[in-house]
Each structure stands twice: as C-alpha cells, then as structure tokens.
C-alpha cells in the first residue's frame, strides 16, 4: 500500500506567480489534511477535506490560498500571487477516517524568490 | 484553544543510552489523543507513538514508550537504547476527540535529538 503521494517535492516561484500543490492520500482514504511548516517551526494546521467538501479551513490564510480535494484526482492546494512568507514544506496528511491516526507525505518544499 | 509545549530546543544522548523528550499540552477537553512524530533530515513526519487519553496504560512502541500524565498533561517520550538512526527532530501533538474539531493536530515546537557515537 504506497504512502501519502506529495508532488512537486521542490517548487520554485516568483513573487506573483501562482503555486500548485498536490497530494494523493493513500489508498482507502478520503480525508485528507494539509499543514504548513514554517521555517525552524512545528506544523501549522491549514484545511480538511474530504472528498468534493472543504470541512474545516480555520487555518487557511484568508486570501490568496485555496484547496479542493476533487471526486477523482488527487488533492490540490494552490496559492496565487506568492509572495517570500510563503516559503515553507506544505505537507499533505490522510487517513481512513476522522478518528484514525493522521499519515503525512514527504511534503513539498515552496521557494519564493 | 489547546496548546502544546516542548520546552526543550535540543537534546543530546550517547549511542546505546536512554533519553527523555518532554511535552506539556493544555485543553479543558478530558478525550483526545497524543501523538509523537518524527522528523529525520529527509522531513518527511514518521508517527512514533500514540496514545489515547481514555487508557491508563502507557503505549509502547519497541524503544519508544511514553509516561502518560493526565492530571498533569504530561506527555513525554522515552527512547530506549538509543541508535544513529533515531537522531531527527521530534514533535509532540495534540488532537481532540470531538467530532467538531477533531480533524487537526495542534504541534509543539519540537525538540532536535543528537546521537552521539
């Protein structure tokens, strides 16, 4: 059963550009969650999706960031207009249910230059 | 909102020895769980260990266990016969149980171990 699947693992940007994440839970899940780590800082909760439904995006900045976890496909975070506070390891989690133990992926390294 | 506190930046064990990685957290909630992951140089987040705070017994993972405080919401991770491999940053992490806001894990700063050899 293959792991949390993040692409691109490294992403570069300019200010201004737009920046696409993605994540494929493992096999089996449908919630997933995306976190965000700040340089030589812990992980910050972001959004949880499960399948076509935002259920929580509390910590999803208000501009700019969007998610959306499609009926077929994997799970997108997208932010638009980067700017350098956006550089940071975006990591996707999933798991089978609500109550069951959070999986991460490898994370996706944002550069903005 | 619930917090959790890592009061240790760094933390160094000799090879083969035994260390202690404290974690404190706050809530008013009496259900959640308590996890510890790991973060190795590839930063990808590994569980380590979790517990739920309905049962008394401590988990235990091979040479990892926990010291399962409730009453002093105290969480902190003992690595046994520490090796090479288990060098990496480690994060204590909270969640709730209730159905409404259970979904998130609430991190600590984290504490960077050193092996020793």
């Known amino acids: 059963n293959a792991g949390v699947m993040q692409n691109p693992r490294h992403l570069v940007r300019r200010r201004g550009q737009e920046a696409r994440l993605r994540c494929s839970p493992m096999k089996g899940h449908s919630h997933v969650y995306w976190y965000r780590q700040l340089p030589e800082e812990g992980l910050k909760f972001m959004v949880y999706l499960q399948k076509e439904n935002i259920i929580d995006e509390s910590g999803m900045p208000k501009e700019r960031f969007s998610a959306e976890f499609p009926k077929e496909g994997p799970s997108i975070l997208r932010i638009q207009q980067v700017v350098r506070g956006d550089s940071a390891a975006y990591f996707c989690?999933?798991?089978?249910?609500?109550?069951?133990?959070?999986?991460f992926g490898p994370g996706t390294r944002l550069t903005v230059l | 909102a619930q917090t959790v506190t890592q009061s240790q930046p760094e933390m160094s064990v000799q090879e083969a020895e035994t260390v202690t990685l404290s974690c404190t957290y706050d809530t008013s909630e009496s259900d959640y769980y308590l996890f510890w992951y790991k973060q190795p140089p590839s930063r990808q987040m590994i569980l380590v260990i979790r517990?739920?705070?309905?049962?008394?017994q401590n988990a235990t993972e091979n040479r990892f266990s926990v010291n399962f405080q409730k009453a002093a919401k105290s969480f902190s991770l003992k690595i046994s016969d520490s090796q090479l491999g288990d060098a990496a940053m480690y994060f204590c992490?909270?969640?709730?149980?209730?159905?409404?806001?259970?979904?998130?894990?609430?991190f600590g700063a984290g504490t960077i171990l050193r092996v020793k050899s």
């Open positions: 989690a999933s798991s089978p249910n609500l109550r069951d133990t959070q999986y």
């Open positions: 992490a909270y969640r709730s149980a209730k159905e409404r806001g259970g979904n998130k894990l609430v």
């Open positions: 517990q739920e705070a309905y049962k008394q």
